[in-house]
């Protein structure tokens, strides 16, 4: 059987900076939002953590603290984080405007995403995924969700070049932390789409406390990636 990922676009990884995981990830499971919904069956939700392990710490707060009381949006290592296009092309749509939780409670996070997901309709596509950029490069588009209000940087119709920014992460639509949710489709309508498997052209993971190149990878879920941009 071939595999769906021997034939992944290649793209340059869309942020910058250390220590970022891939939350959900075609790398370890297909679909890999366990949905072929909104062509996210190849999709990635990147995080960024600190060194403290195990587990997904994108808060500097203790455990107990971030589960009882929670934490600011604004403190998650991710947001404001600068996404940039990770291959040259055109913008076929952007939004802004969608209001940002500004607190973040783990547990009512988690609710609020489980009753998106189950109540969805093509009318809330929308509160799915908040402030949004779609840009086109060739026969492929590229979706990026979830962007911090008033961080959106381009517009419908506007030419872009690798590693322009297109907006900053946030913590809008379906999202439970500060993340960017980043996937590759064949349409510019996610309510049409189909996903496309898509694999970034190089980056570095950390392995037995040194940083390795990767070429064409598919992060997993125990990376922790780093990129500093295609000149560096």
Request: aromatic share 10%; glycine share 12%.
């Amino acid at each position: 059987m071939t595999n769906e990922l021997d034939k992944a676009v290649i793209v340059d990884f869309p942020l910058r900076g250390e220590r970022w995981v891939a939350a959900n990830t075609p790398g370890d499971r297909i679909p890999s939002h366990g949905t072929d919904m909104l062509g996210q069956r190849f999709a990635y939700d990147l995080l960024k953590v600190d060194a403290r392990g195990p587990g997904l710490r994108y808060h500097p707060a203790g455990i107990l603290r971030g589960f009882f009381i929670g934490v600011r949006t604004r403190d998650c290592y991710a947001w404001g984080a600068e996404i940039r296009a990770p291959f040259d092309g055109e913008v076929v749509s952007a939004a802004d405007g969608v209001a940002e939780r500004g607190w973040i409670h783990p547990l009512r996070e988690l609710i609020v995403a489980f009753k998106n997901t189950v109540t969805f309709s093509p009318a809330r596509l929308r509160s799915l995924l908040g402030n949004y950029v779609i840009m086109r490069g060739g026969d492929v588009f590229a979706a990026f969700a979830h962007l911090a209000p008033g961080s959106v940087a381009v517009s419908s119709g506007q030419a872009v070049r690798n590693g322009d920014v297109l907006g900053r992460v946030g913590h809008t639509g379906n999202s439970t932390a500060p993340h960017l949710h980043f996937q590759l489709m064949d349409s510019p309508d996610p309510l049409h789409a189909r996903g496309v498997p898509c694999a970034f052209r190089a980056y570095e993971i950390m392995r037995n406390g040194s940083w390795e190149r990767v070429e064409n990878g598919i992060p997993r879920k125990v990376d922790r990636v780093r990129y500093m941009g295609v000149d560096a």
